[in-house]
């Protein structure tokens, strides 16, 4: 079942707007409140954006990506920082654009601790994409958000972030799963060995 939902997940930026019930969206919000985190912080917390003039706030907040207007709800992937966490480089200094130079010029060890936190998000946000395609409901992500507005238009506090948001709804039309590698492509057993 699981191995079937993975094959058949694909990004969907086209969706029907059809409204999905409250007992959906909560077994949604459940297989993400089951996930793992590092040393069990769960460092997150999940804001549901279902009116539809805020997800078109949060289409202009994602640098005008209009399609994501045609989700029938959001989910709000929202990382608790611990001191200085901050996100990803490229897609990041889009996100923060204030500070763009800082991000590009920190060291890359640096850089890679402070970036832990946030990426913890990725796993109950997989989850929840899984458990909404077990009810033929597709999802996309969006990393590519202005941080900074979207935190405030969530009205986080302040040792929050907005890290991820992943769009929802039935699709409108079925889009084929892109190709995938093949296993022996991508994995190695022990030591990684540089074929000549």
Same mark, same amino acid.
């Given at each position: 079942? %699981? +191995?079937? %939902?993975?094959?058949?997940?694909?990004?969907?930026?086209?969706?029907?707007?059809?409204? =999905?019930?409250?007992?959906? /969206?909560?077994?949604? +919000?459940? #297989?993400?409140?089951? !996930?793992?985190?590092?040393?069990?912080?769960?460092?997150?917390? &999940?804001?549901?954006?279902?009116?539809?003039?805020?997800?078109?706030?949060? !289409?202009?907040?994602?640098?005008?990506?209009?399609?994501?207007?045609?989700?029938?709800? +959001?989910?709000?992937? $929202?990382? $608790? =920082?611990?001191?200085?966490? $901050?996100?990803?480089?490229?897609?990041?200094?889009?996100? &923060?654009?204030?500070?763009?130079?800082?991000?590009?010029?920190?060291?890359?060890? =640096?850089? !890679?601790?402070? *970036?832990?936190?946030?990426?913890?998000?990725? /796993?109950?946000?997989?989850?929840?994409? %899984?458990?909404?395609?077990?009810?033929? =409901?597709?999802?996309?992500?969006?990393?590519?958000?202005?941080?900074?507005?979207?935190?405030? %238009?969530? *009205? +986080?506090?302040? #040792? $929050?972030?907005?890290?991820?948001?992943?769009? &929802?709804?039935?699709?409108? *039309?079925?889009?084929?799963?892109?190709?995938?590698?093949?296993?022996?492509?991508?994995?190695?057993? *022990?030591?990684?060995?540089?074929?000549?």
């Amino acid at each position: 079942m %699981l +191995l079937e %939902l993975l094959r058949n997940r694909t990004s969907i930026r086209n969706f029907t707007g059809e409204d =999905i019930s409250m007992e959906i /969206i909560k077994y949604i +919000l459940e #297989a993400g409140r089951l !996930s793992p985190s590092g040393g069990n912080e769960q460092p997150w917390i &999940f804001g549901v954006i279902i009116d539809k003039d805020m997800i078109k706030k949060v !289409s202009e907040i994602a640098y005008n990506q209009k399609w994501i207007e045609s989700a029938s709800f +959001l989910i709000a992937l $929202c990382t $608790c =920082i611990v001191e200085k966490e $901050c996100g990803g480089r490229d897609i990041q200094k889009a996100r &923060f654009p204030k500070i763009a130079e800082v991000i590009e010029n920190m060291n890359d060890e =640096i850089y !890679s601790c402070l *970036n832990v936190e946030e990426h913890q998000t990725k /796993i109950p946000g997989t989850h929840m994409a %899984l458990a909404a395609l077990e009810h033929g =409901i597709a999802s996309t992500w969006v990393s590519y958000f202005d941080v900074d507005k979207m935190s405030m %238009l969530l *009205n +986080l506090p302040k #040792a $929050c972030i907005a890290s991820e948001i992943l769009a &929802f709804g039935y699709p409108v *039309n079925k889009k084929e799963p892109l190709k995938k590698k093949k296993l022996e492509e991508i994995v190695f057993y *022990n030591v990684f060995k540089i074929e000549k």
